[in-house]
């Protein structure tokens, strides 16, 4: 990784930090495609309040069409939000420490021929609601929200979105149309990171991590 790329993760987990309301203090990551990069800016993110922050942060990860941190970190994808969701495990029987020094609770991938989609907007309440002092602040690794109809619920979870945008692919009216659609929806849209650049946005999606 980048040097300026790693530091632009650190400045993004330390103004998550001081930002927080509430424990734990809950955020949701979500790209505007797929292919973004969501799940890489969270897990930097994610790393950079347990390291520079002296945070241990709780990633919940609910795109069940795509799921990829159960396969990357090894962990038992039985051990799911969709299994929080159905009731058939606890929050605390779901997050497995990864890797990289914090806890996640991995998405399981879901079958769309077998019943309606897991309820990961109620999977989420009951994971926030469980975190306490273990988990100050939870990031949730939402799907997509161009591609994902469930992503305005899981978002609307959180205190606020963080909006993940590929560098060369998004266009300006796009990014306004998705922002705007998001707010009349009742999500607080906090900040937008440009993944794949050296740098993040800067204007009004930065300047609300550092009011």
């Not at 990069?37 to 390291?51: D, E, F, I, S």
């Not at 692919?169 to 440009?194: F, M, N, P, W, Y």
Request: proline share 5%; charged share 25%.
């Amino acid at each position: 990784m980048k040097p300026e790329a790693n530091e632009n993760f650190r400045k993004v987990a330390k103004a998550l930090a001081a930002a927080g309301e509430g424990s734990p203090s809950v955020f949701a990551f979500s790209g505007i495609e797929r292919r973004g990069g969501n799940t890489t800016v969270v897990l930097n993110v994610a790393r950079h309040l347990k390291a520079s922050c002296n945070l241990s942060p709780l990633v919940v990860e609910v795109n069940v069409e795509r799921p990829a941190l159960a396969d990357m970190f090894e962990l038992d994808a039985k051990r799911s939000t969709s299994a929080v969701a159905d009731g058939r495990m606890s929050p605390s029987e779901c997050a497995q420490q990864c890797s990289l020094g914090f806890a996640v609770i991995p998405a399981a991938k879901h079958d769309s021929q077998n019943g309606s989609e897991p309820d990961v907007a109620g999977a989420l309440r009951r994971i926030t609601a469980s975190a306490g002092e273990e988990y100050p602040v939870v990031l949730i690794d939402a799907p997509p929200v161009l591609r994902a109809s469930g992503a305005f619920a899981v978002a609307s979870v959180a205190a606020g979105l963080v909006l993940v945008v590929e560098a060369g692919h998004t266009r300006v009216e796009v990014l306004d149309r998705v922002k705007d659609e998001l707010e009349q929806s009742g999500v607080r849209v906090i900040g937008a990171v440009l993944n794949k650049h050296r740098r993040f946005i800067p204007g009004w999606a930065y300047r609300v991590f550092v009011k």
